[in-house]
Antibody, heavy 119, light 110 residues
Framework: QVQLVESGGNLVKPGGSLRLSCTAS????????MAWIRQAPGKGPEWISY????????YYADSVKGRFTISRDNAKNSLYLQMNSLRAEDTATYYC????????????WGQGTLVTVSS | QSALTQPPSASGSPGQSVTISCTGT?????????VSWYQQHPGKAPKLMIY???KRPSGVPDRFSGSKSGNTASLTVSGLQAEDEAEYYC??????????FGGGTKVTVL
């Protein structure tokens, strides 16, 4: 069965950096677009980044453009999110998700990893 | 990239129907047939319930249906059951592989 497991969430000071990882299993990772979505406490989800199946195309929300970098290693079935210049408003649970494949929709989600930005 | 607009709450008795609206613009909901709906129970990840406006993934009951008119999409849950009590979020493609989400609607089964 499809599994997505995020890791790397932590408490970090404003201005700091963090790298999130997402390990995928149960499907051919290299066939699918992958995304990162975050959800601040008590708020709705916010899409933050998409990456194409080969890793050559990346897309970002304006709120993270220039600070966050999405990448993937298809040989390791892994998705990454490098987060720099972190701000208090980046505090959220971060989910990785797999695209439906035939449409722009997020079919499988991980359990999420919590990132807290605070001094 | 403004969020889509949803009512904060909706409710219905068991067996009744509830409809949730999601309003966007011609640059997102009105411009593409890529509207999705997600169900989220407390402490859990969102679950895809509807995609491409009205399609249901495998395993989603046909009590859940979606539609769209202009810049507004809707999710209807018919024959409400206790397990349908959850937060529901709409989402729309907004061009250039960007997605927008709504603020969420809390559905309460009375």
């Amino acid at each position: 069965q499809v599994q997505l497991v995020e890791s790397g969430g932590n408490l970090v000071k404003p201005g700091g950096s963090l790298r999130l990882s997402c390990t995928a299993s149960g499907f051919t990772f290299s066939d699918y677009f992958m995304a990162w979505i975050r959800q601040a406490p008590g708020k709705g989800p916010e899409w933050i980044s998409y990456i194409g199946s080969s890793g050559n195309n990346m897309y970002y929300a304006d709120s993270v453009k220039g600070r966050f970098t999405i990448s993937r290693d298809n040989a390791k079935n892994s998705l990454y999110l490098q987060m720099n210049s972190l701000r208090a408003e980046d505090t959220a649970t971060y989910y990785c998700a797999r695209d439906l494949g035939t449409s722009v929709a997020l079919y499988y989600w991980g359990q999420g990893t919590l990132v807290t930005v605070s001094s | 990239q403004s969020a889509l607009t949803q009512p904060p709450s909706a409710s219905g008795s068991p067996g009744q129907s509830v409809t949730i609206s999601c309003t966007g613009t011609s640059s997102d909901i009105g411009g593409y047939n890529y509207v999705s709906w997600y169900q989220q129970h407390p402490g859990k990840a969102p679950k895809l319930m509807i995609y491409e406006v009205s399609k249901r993934p495998s395993g989603v009951p046909d009590r859940f249906s979606g539609s769209k008119s202009g810049n507004t999409a809707s999710l209807t849950v018919s024959g409400l059951q206790a397990e349908d009590e959850a937060e529901y979020y709409c989402s729309s493609f907004a061009g250039r592989y960007t997605l927008l989400f709504g603020g969420g609607t809390k559905v309460t089964v009375l």
